[in-house]
């Protein structure tokens, strides 16, 4: 069951609850964001439609079957990771994204 379903978000009680359980278990960047200021933010994303992303990758070559990352699109979605692009890189390489819901 969703914590939405539940009230969890709309409760300030049940949220001071949640947050103290995983609180401890979760990680923020120091200085950037507050674990409120990403609960904030929850809401927002029923909106928002999930996307999986792999580091692009050849196909396996040799008795081994390594699989090496792709020379021409590997540095492209590391510079967009990077510079917090990846929107602009899947619009341009829509093929390498994929749904991760089913």
């Known amino acids: 069951m969703l914590t939405s379903d539940q009230g969890v978000l709309t409760n300030p009680v049940r949220l001071a609850k ?3 359980a ?5 990680a923020v960047s120091p ?10 933010l929850v809401p927002t994303l029923r ?4 996307v999986g ?8 070559t040799g008795p ?20 917090d692009r990846l929107g602009d890189w899947v619009a341009r ?3 390498q994204a994929n749904d991760p819901t089913g």
């Open 18 to 20: 949640l947050l103290g």
């Open 22 to 26: 995983v609180g401890p278990d979760l």
């Open 31 to 40: 200085g950037q964001a507050t674990m409120l200021d990403l609960m904030r």
């Open 47 to 50: 909106s928002v439609d999930p």
């Open 53 to 60: 992303l792999n580091l692009p990758v050849g196909e396996p």
């Open 64 to 83: 081994s079957r390594f699989v090496q990352a792709d020379p021409k699109l590997s540095p492209e979605f590391l510079t967009a990771l990077r510079e």
């Open 93 to 95: 390489h829509p093929e």
